[in-house]
């Protein structure tokens, strides 16, 4: 049994995030990754220093030709950059019927480049939120996408419950950035009930990549059929594994230990 997954997002040349951190990510869990490139970025370890767009209908192309030939298990999506991008993902989505979509909100980079247009917000949140099937904000981009200050555990469920009613099934606020002390905790709320996940808070940094490993694991274990709650708690394992074992790649910000579980 081959169980496959599609990752539409941005190339990181430096290897930590993007398509090349989910690609690596399918193959820890030995998953069948493809993947449709949605913006070309130019970055180190120091951060992105510039970034170019796909096209709109090239984008679009490389979901079509695979969802027409190869059955995609799982959709996970991440930087999209324009607007035109988010139309052009949004509509095959939709047009291929596609299913396990994972949805992470990526809006900018640790040192604050803008990964998504600002003129991309409202149709992001619009057209392309309603069709997750899990999101996965972190603190800042929560805040930008409900309007919600976020300082505490409570302030994560108000924006957790907005965002549901965005149209996402299932979202996942995560934790890293909010002031909690030594532990991490992530907030998962299925418009049934509130779930916390909670880790110790891991003294690194070197976590560049953390959230495109963390919905790519997810995005792996829906590939492997398994319910949502347990995919989420899964990855989140995973991720705690990478972060404690990350890597000093270069000599700024290093990345996640994509193989921790085998080396
Ligand atoms: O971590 C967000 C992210 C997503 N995708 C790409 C990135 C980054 C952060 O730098 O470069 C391609």
């Not at 970025?41 to 984008?59: A, L």
């Not at 949805?103 to 480049?113: E, R």
């Not at 997750?132 to 409900?146: G, L, Y």
Request: glycine share 8%; charged share 20%; with cysteine.
């Amino acid at each position: 049994m081959v169980f496959k997954a599609l990752t539409i997002a941005g190339s990181d040349n430096s290897g930590g995030a993007g398509i090349q951190a989910d690609l690596k990510v399918f193959s820890a869990f030995r998953v069948y990754g493809m993947s449709a490139v949605t913006s070309v970025t130019v970055q180190n370890s120091f951060g992105v220093i510039k970034s170019h767009p796909v096209s709109p209908d090239i984008v679009y192309s490389q979901i079509e030709t695979v969802a027409q030939d190869i059955p995609v298990d799982s959709v996970k999506i991440g930087m999209l950059q324009s607007a035109g991008n988010v139309e052009a993902v949004t509509q095959a989505l939709v047009d291929f019927n596609l299913k396990n979509i994972v949805l992470d909100t990526v809006i900018a980079s640790k040192n604050g480049t803008l990964l998504l247009d600002r003129n991309a917000f409202d149709i992001f949140i619009k057209k392309l939120i309603p069709l997750a099937d899990i999101i996965t904000p972190n603190r800042d981009e929560a805040e930008i996408i409900t309007g919600i200050k976020i300082k505490e555990i409570k302030d994560m469920k108000k924006a957790a419950e907005e965002i549901g009613k965005m149209g996402a099934k299932t979202v996942v606020i995560k934790g890293g950035h909010v002031e909690t002390g030594s532990n991490v905790v992530d907030v998962i709320y299925n418009k049934k009930e509130f779930i916390p996940l909670q880790y110790p808070r891991v003294d690194t940094p070197h976590t560049h990549g953390t959230g495109c490993t963390f919905s790519s694991a997810i995005a792996s274990c829906l590939a492997r059929q398994m319910e949502t709650v347990k995919a989420i708690r899964l990855a989140r394992a995973y991720v705690q594994g990478a972060i404690e074992n990350s890597l000093q790649t270069g000599r700024g910000t290093g990345s996640l230990n994509h193989f921790w579980t085998v080396m």
